[in-house]
């Protein structure tokens, strides 16, 4: 069982209001950034004070809302952006390395990314690349099945994101099992690669404190999806790297989303049981189809609401989510792929 470690914070996420700005520890804050127009409605900055300022993780994405937001949460800790030393990134999501570029700007502070996350930013983020991507998206859509007009319009899709994002290469590199160099702080990184490439989560094996990112969350499982910049098979990545942290010792987890919670073993079981359900339903969609594209087989799948009310970009990415379930089901093989245009995916036997 998750339990809610502040009630009130997790009835302000039930409830759609932001949260308070919160000491969580001594030393140690929590700041509710607002996301604009994402059912997530905001991400939760963790301010950690240090003898000359502070260090945040993750910090935003890149508006004027998110600025302020930040600022202010910072203000009732009694800092202001100039006293940041250090924005320690989980991963290259916009809602959380969107705002770390402006961040470096105000207070010339270092940012840290993992770089595997770091490998991805010209490709994602920089004008003059990004159109490779899109090509390369299109053409796993294709791979897909997905309805060229359709794919016409999500291959795209994820450039509008780029708004939120300032450019900015880290400044140090953290690798899985660094200790960072933050005094008073025992802050030790670990690699979880599953959501995204490079996701870092930070322990604090001192106050028993798990900074989980978007690894674990209380109440949702993040997306794990094939894309372009995916690695061959995510969602084994994921699995292997929630068994990793599961026997932590951690009284509370300080997620990057929704509320803090105690019961980590017990969350990171649940998740593990959604997706080998999720594997299930997927072999078996596949065998009564007998052959069929990936994104036929998704509109078949059972999905928080009917798949005709799914906007089409939130349709791209439950294709990418159960093309990763489909590549883990043929490393295993209980499915098996043939390729073309689309590739069709069938029963292993
Ligand atoms: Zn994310
Ligand atoms: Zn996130």
Sequence with gaps: MVTATNEEQRAAWLGGRLPEVERVRPGLWSIPVPIPINPLRYVLVYALELPDGVAIVDAGW???????????????????????????????????????????????????LH???????????????AEGLVRRERALLDRCGVPPASADELAGASMAVRHFVR????????????????????LRAIWTPGHSPGHLCFAEPGRRLLLSGDHVLPRITPIVAVHPQAPANPLADYLDSLASIRALEADEVLPAHEYRFAGLADRVDHVIAHHHERLDEIEKTVAAAGEIACWDLATRLTW???????????????????????????????????PGTPDLWSPAT
């Excluded at 595997?116 to 004008?127: F, G, N, S, T």
């Excluded at 590199?173 to 200790?179: A, N, Q, S, T």
């Excluded at 439950?318 to 043929?330: D, F, K, P, Q």
């Design 62 to 112: 890149d508006t004027p809302e998110a600025f302020a937001g930040l600022t202010a949460g910072l203000a009732v800790a009694g800092y202001t952006i100039a006293d940041v030393r250090a924005v320690l990134v989980t991963h290259i999501h916009p809602d959380h390395y969107g705002l770390a570029g402006r961040v470096r700007e105000e207070s010339g502070a270092w940012v840290g």
């Design 115 to 129: 770089p595997a996350d770091a490998r991805l930013i010209p490709d994602r983020y920089d004008e003059g690349f």
């Design 167 to 186: 450019l900015a290469e880290p400044d140090v590199l953290i690798e899985d099992g660094d200790r960072l160099d933050l005094p008073g702080w025992d």
């Design 304 to 338: 928080s609401r009917p798949w005709e009310t799914i906007p089409l970009f939130m349709r791209r990415a439950a294709n990418g989510e159960t093309l990763a379930h489909l590549v883990w089901l043929e490393a295993r093989g209980r499915v098996r792929r043939t």
